[in-house]
């Protein structure tokens, strides 16, 4: 079955950086678009990056631009999210996202806190 593990998170001082990683099983993964979205408390969900199979980026976040930048690579099977000049604004759970018709899949997400 679909697995998506998101690993990484963890508590950083703002302007510091975090590498959030999404293990990917279950699906023939260089296939698949893939995207990181995250969710602050007290707001939806929203989405941050996303990678097409290829290696085509989007950011979908003004608000990261410049600061975050989606990869994969597809021999591991997964997908990455260098977070940089952290902001305590970027708090939040982070999770990895594919549609493989036709279900939305998600890992189970990981904790950023930036805080000093």
């Known amino acids: 079955q679909v697995q998506l593990v998101e690993s990484g998170g963890g508590l950083v001082q703002p302007g510091g950086s975090l590498r959030l990683s999404c293990a990917a099983s279950g699906f023939t993964f260089s296939q698949y678009l893939m995207y990181w979205y995250r969710q602050a408390p007290g707001k939806e969900r929203e989405r941050v990056a996303g990678?097409?199979?290829?290696?085509?980026?989007?950011n979908f976040s003004d608000s990261v631009k410049g600061r975050f930048t989606i990869s994969r690579d597809n021999a591991k099977n997964t997908v990455y999210l260098q977070m940089n000049s952290l902001k305590p604004e970027d708090t939040g759970l982070y999770y990895c996202?594919?549609?493989?018709?036709?279900?939305?899949?998600w890992g189970q997400g990981t904790q950023v806190t930036v805080s000093s």
């Open positions: 996202n594919t549609y493989i018709t036709p279900y939305d899949y």
């Open positions: 990678i097409s199979s290829a290696g085509f980026t989007i």
